[in-house]
């Protein structure tokens, strides 16, 4: 059975939705005279690994429960999904359950992300390295990941791998492949590519281009600036201005939390660093969410090219370099007050 695109992006995994309750009315007239149940809230201590594969149907998952003595009764919990449509939204995985519990403690425990083993949890502006990172703490074999993430096909119009890995929880199953997961990543994030109008272009921006604005958007600020600072971004651009944002320094020296940017590394040799390079560098510095995504499409208007947080969450937006030198003096008082916390 196929999902379409509105079920993929339901799913708390970012995955297809797995958990198929089908044949939902043939079972609860066969349920009807009531299912045995374990009284709620009164679960064992005791856990057990319950596997559910990508597509596992409803009744597959309810006996497989019986079976570990998870619930009473397979009828119990089919009857339960079926009336619940929460149970569409069930991940692929190994999932910890109480045995001995209710229908409704063992969806709840099923749907809760901190029960799923071996979950890839990827932070909104992650690089491909730290995904590759959280891969093999999950499990994969570092070889595979390394394997996959380079053999890995791009979609038209993109130059490389980073960016297109969409940032999201997933769980696989325990068979599923290092190159599939990867796949499953990008797939999902050719969906919100095409989603968020990058993947058509915008005026002289090409796609890979917007997603480059993108990922800039994302690691220098906060969602609610996120429009403005990609208006700074083509401003400059459009003035012939070097970009001079420190996000991509760290992207190429791979430091994050770094507030203060020393003179040093803004004269490194890269076409990372936008100190010294003019325009934008040659591929995203990390992997946006869909919310930098469409900021990076859908600039505010303003005519911004200057931009500076002058404490944490006030981040302030000029035309002048008058005025943003007026709030870098109140940045630095407030960076050795240690507003910022640690400027290490």
């Known amino acids: 059975m196929k999902l379409d695109k509105s079920a993929l992006l339901r799913v708390i ?55 570990a003595d998870v619930v009473k009764s397979s009828a119990a919990f089919f009857r339960l999904a079926v009336g619940d449509e929460r149970s569409q939204r069930i991940a692929p995985g190994s999932h910890r359950i109480q045995i001995q519990s209710c229908a409704k ?109 993108a990922s800039i958007v994302q690691a220098e600020a906060d969602t609610k600036d996120f429009a403005k600072v990609s208006r700074v971004i083509r401003n400059r651009l459009e003035k012939g201005m070097p970009l001079q944002m420190d996000s991509t320094v760290h992207y190429l020296k791979k430091v994050r939390g770094k507030i203060f940017l020393s003179t040093a590394s803004t004269l490194l040799k890269s076409e990372y660093n936008t100190y010294r390079r003019y325009g934008l560098p040659p591929g995203p510095i990390g992997n946006p969410g869909s919310s930098a995504m469409a900021a990076a499409v859908n600039p505010e208007p303003g005519d911004w090219i200057f931009f500076i947080t002058v404490a944490p969450g006030d981040t302030r937006f000029t035309s002048t370099i008058d005025q943003f030198n007026l709030w870098k003096a109140e940045y630095k008082k407030n960076l050795r007050a240690g507003v910022f916390g640690s400027a290490k």
């Open 13 to 67: 995994a970012a995955l297809t939705v797995v958990a198929l309750f089908t044949g939902g009315v043939h079972e609860l007239r066969k349920g009807s005279g009531g299912a045995a149940d374990f009284p709620c809230g009164a679960g064992k201590s005791e856990e057990v690994a319950i596997s559910i594969g990508k597509g596992d149907t409803g009744s597959e998952i309810a006996q497989q429960l019986f079976q």
């Open 105 to 213: 403690d063992v969806l709840d425990q099923l749907l809760d992300p901190k029960r799923i083993v071996n979950l890839i949890n990827i932070f909104e502006g992650a690089w491909n390295t730290e995904i590759m990172a959280e891969m093999i703490k999950s499990g994969f074999a570092a070889a595979d990941v390394s394997k996959a993430l380079k053999s890995q096909e791009l979609p038209n119009g993109f130059k490389t791998l980073e960016g297109l890995l969409f940032p999201a929880q997933y769980s696989f199953a325990e068979e599923t492949s290092a190159q599939s997961a990867v796949s499953a990543m990008v797939e999902r994030g050719k969906m919100e590519i095409e989603k968020s109008g990058i993947s058509a272009g915008s005026g002289k921006y090409t796609s890979q281009q917007l997603l480059i604005i």
